[in-house]
């Protein structure tokens, strides 16, 4: 029985191949920071309120302006594809039918035209910016032209991670039928069919959001081609082109925040990349905090990394964050039920955060603060706001909070 988002990742594993299942779930190296993510939210306690009138509640928002029923958003993930042949189409219309927003990845499996197409919905275009100016420029022009509502810059890539489980898997992107994938494909026969006919075999993975065509026959040099630093000049030189958000996704201190806001930036998406890049850093709800407050309002901030429960989407919100986004659960949905899979962890996410507020005492999500959750490791506890000082605060507001 599905009853949360972890049922659906074992459904997933039965689903998928192991390389498959391998290339979603793993992390880098130790995966110490892949754990980290989810064991941060568990040292966060609850600190309900009794006395709110909650039997209404409200968990519609708006992200840089852009309407969604709720605060959960969904990721850019390339190689939606291996999971199931419908890809990023179905996530979109996924997204769209529960009323909030997709980032589509540079290494969509489909191009960013049909998906952009795909739903009335407002959209963000995650770039991998080509080393290239003149095909960055013409990247961001295709996702301008497409009706992507935001740009999002993923600044994380400087090389992939460590991801020792695709080493031993001999994973090739594309995936090629060798031997070993045919091997597991016979024992995941319903996987092994939707790949088949979805053209994929052939290595038909399109890939077709990439800005060289002539990288599409080759999606693993194209992928390859994404991984590269990117400097402040860099970004500097996006903002002058996209008309529009500019979002930066992969900020891990709060530090380098005054710079980034002075290059015009107006979000701030706190990610360790769901552990795929460095191992050893913080979760992205320990790095929250000081994002919040070195932003201090100036840009709304966003988290991802491993939000599974209504009650993580509760806690980040009340750290500071605007919304929060999630990758491997709808890559989960997808593989196990397609469009309706993705559909189904949406409302799964829905219902626990509704409930979590209701038994939190918040009708709004403007009534969720920091006083919401304390710190509670090594059994000390450290309360996110004096009981002194029981005002919500507004959502805009800087919110200070020591170090978690
Ligand atoms: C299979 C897979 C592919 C990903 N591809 C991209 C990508 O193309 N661009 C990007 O910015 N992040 C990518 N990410 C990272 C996600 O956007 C996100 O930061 C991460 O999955 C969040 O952690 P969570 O999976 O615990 O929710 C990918 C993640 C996974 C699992």
């Known amino acids: ?96 039918q529960a009323g909030t927003i997709y980032a589509l990845s540079t290494i969509s499996s489909v191009p960013l035209e049909i998906v952009a197409g795909a739903t009335d919905a407002p959209k963000w275009f995650q770039l991998y910016p080509p080393a290239d100016r003149d095909e960055c420029s013409r990247l961001i022009e295709r996702a301008q032209v497409a009706g992507f509502r935001a740009l999002c810059v993923t600044i994380d890539g400087a090389l992939a991670g460590l991801r020792e489980r695709d080493k031993r898997n001999r994973l090739t992107v594309p995936l090629k039928l060798g031997p070993r ?41 194209a992928i390859a081609a994404t991984a590269r630093a990117i400097t402040a000049e860099e970004i500097e030189f996006i903002r002058q082109r996209w008309r529009g958000p500019l979002i930066v996704k992969g900020l891990q201190r709060g530090d380098e925040c005054e710079l980034l806001l002075s290059l015009g930036i107006d979000g701030i998406v706190v990610s360790n990349h769901g552990g795929r890049q460095l191992d050893g850093v913080r979760a992205s709800i320990e790095t929250l905090p000081e994002v919040v407050e070195a932003v201090a309002g100036r840009a709304e901030v ?78 000390q506890a450290k309360p996110g706001a004096s009981a002194a000082d029981p005002t919500p605060r507004s959502r805009d507001r800087h919110h200070g909070l020591e170090s978690v």
Request: with cysteine; proline share 4%.
């Open 1 to 96: 029985m599905l009853c949360n988002l972890t049922d659906y990742e074992s459904a997933a594993r039965r689903r998928l191949p192991k390389a498959v299942f391998d290339v979603i779930a793993g992390g880098a190296g130790d995966e110490v920071t892949l754990a980290r993510n989810r064991a941060a939210f568990a040292d966060l306690s609850l600190r309900p309120r009794a006395l709110a009138d909650v039997n209404a509640r409200q968990l519609s928002s708006t992200v840089l302006g852009m309407p969604v029923s709720m605060p959960v958003m969904l990721d850019p993930c390339g190689y939606a594809r291996m999971a199931h042949r419908d890809a990023e189409l179905a996530v979109a219309r996924a997204a769209a």
């Open 181 to 221: 994938l045919l091997l597991e494909g016979a024992s995941r026969p319903r996987w092994a069919v939707d790949f088949l006919r979805g053209g994929a075999g052939r290595g038909d993975q399109g890939f077709g959001a990439m800005a060289r065509p002539q990288l599409l026959r080759n999606a693993g040099a």
């Open 302 to 379: 966003f988290l991802d990394g491993g939000v599974r429960r209504g009650t993580d989407v509760f806690k980040a919100l009340a750290l500071g964050a605007r919304a929060v986004l999630v990758g491997r659960p709808y890559l989960y949905g997808l593989a196990v039920a397609g469009e309706d899979g993705v559909r189904q962890v949406l409302e799964m996410l829905r219902f626990e955060l509704d409930q979590t507020m209701a038994l939190a005492g918040c009708a709004r999500i403007s009534d969720i603060d920091h006083s919401h959750v304390e710190v509670q490791r090594t059994g």
